[in-house]
Structures are given as structure tokens and as C-alpha cells.
């Protein structure tokens, strides 16, 4: 599994909209549900993505690539005007599962970490697609 954060271009707040968010959140569901990846788990929060996902035959570097252009193509629809992203991203793989399972939790309770939300359910933007559970209707 790979972990990656990925923060908005000039650490704006992008993701507050939540048009915007849902943009994001319901499209990492769409690629996991096509199979195009393999989502463990993910939380947007107002300024950045945590995403954790499976190594495969396809290189997740380029399906991250290719999500951050299309996502930015959808925003402006919503009214954000420019580049949605910060370019590159931080990334780690983490290879057993005692650390899949440390790194899957800590993406979770991000929210809840942040001081946004008292428990980290309550944050609308997290999803576990292995699972098939996501926090928004």
C-alpha cells in the first residue's frame, strides 16, 4: 500500500465547498468501484487528501496524476478558478500490515486529530472503498 497526502495548491481551503469536496470524494469511490485502483481508505479535509492505496499493476503515481488534473477540470465548474493542486505529494509505502493498519487509522481520525470533529465519524469526507464505507449519502 502507498500513502500519500496531497495539499492544495498555495495551501488554500479548497475543499470547505463542499460541491467540490463531493467532486473529489465521489470520484476516488467511482475509480475504486471500476477498478482503476484499489482504495483502502481516504479523508479529504478543507486543505489537503490523505489517500491510502494498493500497489498494482498500474503505478499509482500516474492514477494520482491523472485524478488531481481531472478533479481541478471539475472544480472550475463549481467556481474555483486555477490550479486546485499543489504540485508532487508526499508518499510512503508501507509494506506490512501491522503498518497498513497504523497508517489506515491515522488517515481516518485525521479529522478528528485536526479538532474539527469530536469523533472522526462524524467528519463528512472519509471513505474505506475496501470496505464499502463512506461517511456522505
Known amino acids: ?8 495548491h498555495n495551501y488554500q481551503r479548497p475543499f470547505d465547498n463542499p460541491e467540490i469536496a463531493l467532486v473529489c470524494c465521489n470520484n476516488l469511490i467511482n475509480c475504486h468501484e471500476m477498478k ?11 486543505d489537503h487528501l490523505h ?6 499493476h498500474d503505478d499509482p503515481d500516474y492514477f494520482l496524476g491523472r485524478w488531481k488534473s481531472f478533479v481541478t477540470h471539475e472544480s472550475w465548474k463549481y467556481g474555483w478558478n486555477g490550479k486546485l493542486w499543489r504540485d508532487g505529494h508526499l ?3 508501507v509494506v506490512s500490515l501491522t503498518a497498513t493498519e497504523k497508517v489506515t487509522s491515522y488517515v481516518l481520525f485525521n479529522s478528528q486529530e485536526a479538532g474539527l470533529v469530536s469523533l472522526w ?3 463528512p469526507y472519509w471513505a474505506e472503498p475496501i470496505f464499502g464505507r463512506k461517511s456522505w449519502k
Open 121 to 123: 465519524k462524524e467528519w
Open 36 to 46: 482503476r485502483v484499489r482504495i483502502h481508505a481516504f479523508c479529504l479535509m478543507p
Open 51 to 56: 489517500l491510502c492505496i494498493e500497489k498494482g
Open 91 to 93: 508518499s510512503k509505502e
Open 1 to 8: 500500500m502507498v500513502h500519500y497526502m496531497v495539499t492544495a
